[in-house]
């Protein structure tokens, strides 16, 4: 079953996964859901209550992953909120976020709409414009209740645009809740993407539109040949330098020539020594080769050599709860040759980008007209040279800092919608920042070099993020019609409504004073008859008065 969330639900799953990927663990410990409506008064009866059997278990938890996105001036953007100096008190926003292939999962069993009780998404792209996140087309929806036993999949193919260029999308997403047993099924929430390539940043709008010629630099202390008309926004001729981005990743900064999959999931599994069920959500990404440069003398490659996977599991209680994650294994490898290795005890590597100066000519003979990059020069005759000191002979314009992101999680003893414990983990297989450098600053007018910010691009590979809440001893599996597996059905006297006025008195009264009427009307039909008398009346006499003409 194919359907599309109201614009209330659609919203905040199309943009939750680029919303939380910043620091999903450092996050308010919430979970965003339909308000449930609440009395005016005091004494004003409740909206509605649930009819029939009502499931026991309480599970709450989240997974989402995005195989890419791509940040422009992260940090730069403060949050707007209704409450006016609040948002200065908020983790600032990027001014443009750009994600591709999203999949999340989520349950919550306290979710006031029924079909808020698990949700599967499979995004093609998601947008978000200094914090602002608008509804996005194209997604595959699964949503529970009513139950789902079959997923749903579909090709789902993103608009043509400039910063960046995907193949087909394949989602998936399924969605599952019980009527009586709530989230005690196989897999509550499953979704999956996968794309059959995906080319990032041909030009970099962040940076100021300048050329060369443009700089505070003495034109003859560059190589020999170089072109001065070349701009920054494409770094010195190393990227396109603008249009559509190709889809086969020439020209672009980054990009991945083979398929790249994800999978969130959000489900139950069995607690040692208990018959309780532990709320697990786990967030997995498959992952091949990754291009940075592509097109040029100094492509780097990247060999992911470990597929990460995040797993986040809450039993309730902070003893036995915990997070698996698998940490990725980079290598980077620029002419067959291994250049770096990023992994838990190495997980950054800066690569600096610069204009070649006349030393390097003097040294290698003719250069490429492409700048330097992580002190590879391009030579005409010499091919790929090392340069084994950069001072005095590279002019550093950016750096590329590569990473893998370590694992940040938090936790947190929650008493609302019920005591437990959440506990909530983030990762990412692979971060590059474009970083501008003090050189650059000084080589800009100053009035762009004022606003120049701490980081012109980022793009994140593989963002992973879970969470996880359960109740306090685990979720229990019954209805509150049997008995439940890890004990005894709760007991105690069913709370009565409010009485709000005489409204709830009218119809006992009315049969009341019915039932009194027939009765007596039965009495008096029973009762057996005698016949009355009339009643004397008195009636006045006049006194007799003799006639004064008698009669003979």
């Not at 003495?218 to 559509?244: C, E, I, N, V």
């Not at 019954?478 to 007991?491: F, I, N, Q, R, V």
């Amino acid at each position: 079953m194919r359907r599309r969330l109201p614009r209330s639900a659609a919203l905040p799953a199309a943009a939750a996964l680029l919303l939380l990927s910043a620091a999903p663990a450092n996050a308010d410990p919430t979970y965003p859901t339909t308000p449930i409506p609440q009395p005016a008064s005091s004494g004003q009866a409740p909206i509605s209550a649930p009819i029939g059997p009502q499931p026991l278990g309480q599970a709450v938890g989240d997974a989402g992953t995005a195989l890419g996105i791509i940040r422009l001036l992260p940090n730069a953007v403060t949050t707007s909120t209704i409450l006016p100096g609040f948002g200065e008190t908020l983790p600032k926003q990027s001014a443009l976020e750009a994600g591709m292939g999203l999949s999340s999962a989520s349950a919550n069993s306290d979710a006031y709409l029924s079909y808020e009780k698990a949700v599967a998404q499979a995004s093609p792209f998601g947008l978000s414009v200094g914090g602002n996140a608008p509804q996005t087309p194209g997604s595959v929806v699964q949503t529970a209740l009513p139950d789902n036993p079959q997923p749903i999949s579909g090709g789902l193919n993103a608009p043509p645009n400039p910063l960046l260029n995907i193949g087909l999308l394949n989602g998936s997403a399924h969605a599952r809740w019980s009527p009586t047993l709530g989230p005690c099924v196989d897999t509550i929430a499953d979704a999956s993407t996968s794309v059959a390539s995906l080319s990032l940043l041909n030009v970099i709008p962040s940076m100021p539109n300048l050329g060369l010629d443009k700089l505070a630099l003495d034109p003859s202390t560059l190589a020999k040949g170089f072109d001065l008309t070349k701009g920054l926004q494409s770094l010195g001729g190393l990227l396109q330098g603008g249009g559509q981005t190709a889809a086969n990743g020439t020209g672009s900064l980054l990009s991945l020539p083979n398929t790249l999959s994800s999978r969130s999931q959000v489900k139950l599994v069995d607690v040692p020594g208990s018959k309780n069920k532990a709320v697990q959500s786990t967030s997995t990404l498959q992952a091949a080769d990754i291009e940075i440069l592509k097109g040029t003398p100094l492509a780097l490659s990247i060999k992911v050599a470990s597929q990460p996977t995040l797993k986040v599991t809450s039993t309730g209680d902070a003893k036995t709860s915990k997070v698996d994650y698998t940490a990725p294994v980079l290598t980077i490898e620029a002419a067959g040759k291994t250049l770096y290795t990023l992994d838990a005890a190495h997980p950054t590597k800066d690569i600096p980008i610069g204009l070649p100066l006349t030393g390097l000519s003097d040294q290698f003979g003719q250069l490429n007209d492409i700048p330097v990059v992580g002190g590879l020069v391009s030579t005409l005759t010499k091919g790929i040279q090392q340069v084994g000191n950069t001072a005095g002979t590279v002019l550093d314009l950016g750096v590329l800092r590569l990473s893998i992101a370590g694992l940040d999680q938090k936790s947190a003893q929650m008493t609302t919608p019920f005591k437990g414990f959440q506990l909530g983990a983030s990762a990412r297989l692979f971060d590059l920042q474009l970083l501008p450098t003090t050189k650059l600053k000084s080589l800009l007018p100053a009035d762009q070099a004022k606003n120049l910010p701490s980081s012109l691009a980022q793009l994140s590979l593989g963002e992973q993020v879970a969470r996880a809440y359960a109740p306090t001893g685990g979720v229990i599996c019954g209805s509150t019609t049997t008995p439940p597996a890890g004990g005894e059905a709760p007991k105690g006297p069913v709370k009565n409504l409010a009485y709000t006025g005489g409204a709830y008195d009218t119809v006992p009264l009315f049969w009341t004073g019915t039932a009194m009427l027939l009765l007596g009307a039965v009495m008096v039909a029973a009762m057996p008859g005698t016949r009355r008398r009339p009643l004397a009346v008195a009636v006045e006499e006049k006194p007799f008065k003799p006639s004064p003409r008698p009669r003979e």
